[in-house]
């Protein structure tokens, strides 16, 4: 299926959701070799295709105030691009989050602890006093507005798309309704009155209440029956439905859910100032939550230990022995074939542009079709598998390489060989994986032992003898043995000469060497 480019720019690699503005995909940056989320906002949102073209100018001035709001909880928009083929199609560029959405945690059953849920709605209240400092205001504020990432962080999106989408320049509101969701909508919101940022704050309150309850706040059946309930009913106390919730938070909600925006609390800091003696401490051991939960991240890590570095990505299990029965792989189709060849073809072609992440990608999509089709360790399959470590090492994730590189280096051992090109190759670039991720001792000793074999199966003035003896000398001189690293860059310096001769520039590249490192050192 050929990937469709919208801007001479963006590519749409699939389509990861829906909502009622539009479809999103997970696109790529072609440019700036990133991933980036594209929303296809509805042609049904929007005027006559004459008119799509202000909208277009107008979201560009509403996404550079978006922008101003900085902060690590607002997913930044990119780009507003009219579609070339249609002139009703409007498609939003913007950063590419990996999380899931509050739905996906909502339980009427079995909801989230009290702590997280308060956390989550004190990282919203951050997220909306920077927006409304500006002001932003958001306009429709839902759990499927949240994103939760896997370290906890949560994400506020679409801010700023309510208020591009607004009825003096869409359609939505010409049959008379008004904008935003109906189940999270403030009274005012309803009566097609001033939004202000007390607005977000209601769309706040019915978002702890759902996380708190594990339901929304009013449950109309119809969409009238929704907006008479905003308007004039009152929301059951949370300790009716929840014992466990504090007085305290109880009123806190409440107050949200106030009908008069100038009855809820002044701003989202004196929200946040409230939800505080419900967070944990920094320090505080995380909670024992063998319960459900789904998966769900701790949305309290952030204020258990704040501002910590980057969590340490997991060990790469060690590679398990051969086994002693080998699955019988299928006859792969044609189909597979050629998708093999067209993602080893296109990911090269990005590879020569610079676009490693999207080159890593396009081969990844193929690897696992082709392990069921080939058999994990057939040779096409690890050419696959050896060709995306090699565009990780190249695009600078080493740390992600490496275990590859080493499974692959032991699977080449199994099926061609412990001396094969390809098994020798593979160990060369887990050494020097090992050598970029600061890891001088265990490359150093790689390298040694590599260069051994590589010797016994080729020589020691092979191009790949070669290249592991400067290696070798480089991580010498890194280590502070200038005395080791001159041995092994006069012997190379000297293979060089006869092989390339002192013109070449690796030979004179290892003669300036040689000259820095015998360098007298000041008293």
């Not at 704050?201 to 929304?216: N, S």
């Not at 990780?392 to 390489?401: E, I």
């Not at 190759?425 to 590599?450: I, K």
Request: hydrophobic share 40%.
């Amino acid at each position: 299926m050929p990937v469709r480019t919208i801007a001479d720019r963006y590519e749409l690699i699939e389509e990861i959701g829906s909502g009622g503005q539009g479809t999103i995909w997970r696109g790529y940056d072609t440019v700036l070799d990133r991933e980036v989320a594209v929303k296809a906002i509805r042609p049904d949102m929007l005027l006559a295709p004459e008119h799509v073209a202000d909208l277009a100018e107008r979201f560009r001035r509403e996404a550079r105030v978006t922008a101003r709001i900085q902060h690590h909880g607002v997913p930044q928009v990119y780009d507003a691009v009219l579609d070339a083929d249609s002139a009703d199609r409007l498609y939003l560029v913007m950063q590419y989050i990996q999380g899931e959405s509050l739905r996906s945690y909502i339980d009427r059953g079995d909801p989230i602890p009290v702590t997280w849920a308060a956390a989550i709605g004190a990282q919203i209240a951050t997220v909306l006093s920077h927006a409304h400092a500006i002001p932003v205001v958001h306009r429709d504020l839902k759990p499927d507005n949240v994103l939760l990432t896997e370290d906890g962080t949560v994400k506020v999106l679409d801010f700023g798309i309510a208020a591009i989408l607004r009825r003096d320049i869409t359609r939505i509101t010409v049959t008379g309704s008004p904008l935003g969701t109906s189940r999270y909508m403030s009274p005012e919101q309803v009566n097609a009155a001033q939004v202000t940022p007390q607005s977000d704050l209601y769309g706040l309150g019915c978002v702890l209440h759902e996380l708190l309850a594990g339901k929304p706040v009013f449950d109309g059946n119809s969409q009238y029956e929704l907006w008479k309930q905003h308007i004039t009913g009152e929301p059951r106390p949370l300790r009716e439905l929840r014992s466990d919730v504090p007085p305290e938070l109880e009123t806190l909600v409440l107050g949200l859910l106030a009908k008069k925006p100038e009855d809820r609390p002044d701003d989202a800091y004196a929200v946040y100032e409230r939800l505080f003696p419900f967070l944990p401490p920094p320090g505080s051991p995380p909670l024992d939550t063998s319960r459900r939960l789904g998966g769900m991240p701790d949305p309290t890590l952030l204020y258990r230990q704040p501002n910590a570095p980057r969590r340490r990505a997991p060990r790469a299990a060690p590679v398990a022995a051969p086994p002693t029965v080998v699955d019988t792989p299928t006859a792969p189709a044609t189909e597979l074939r050629h998708a093999i060849g067209d993602a080893l073809k296109s990911s090269t072609e990005l590879l020569d542009s610079g676009r490693f992440a999207q080159a890593a990608d396009v081969v990844e999509a193929v690897l696992r079709p082709a392990a069921k089709a080939l058999g994990s360790e057939s040779p096409d399959l690890l050419v696959l598998r050896f060709h995306r470590a090699l565009i990780l090492f190249l695009g600078g994730d080493s740390r992600t390489a490496l275990p590859e590189f080493d499974a692959l280096a032991d699977a080449y051992a199994r099926t061609a060989g412990p001396l094969s090109e390809r098994a020798l190759e593979s160990r060369r670039y887990a050494a020097h994986c090992r050598a970029t991720l600061g890891q001088n001792t265990a490359a150093l000793d790689q390298f040694q032992r590599l260069l051994d074999d590589a010797t016994t199966a080729e020589s020691h003035a092979s191009e790949l003898a070669l290249d592991i003896r400067y290696s070798i000398g480089m991580l010498l001189l890194s280590a502070g043995d200038k005395d080791a690293a001159d041995n092994v860059f006069e012997s190379l310096h000297q293979d060089h000469l006869i092989i390339d001769g002192p013109n070449d520039e690796r030979t004179r590249e290892i003669a300036d060497l040689l000259t820095r490192i015998r360098m007298p050192t000041s008293p």
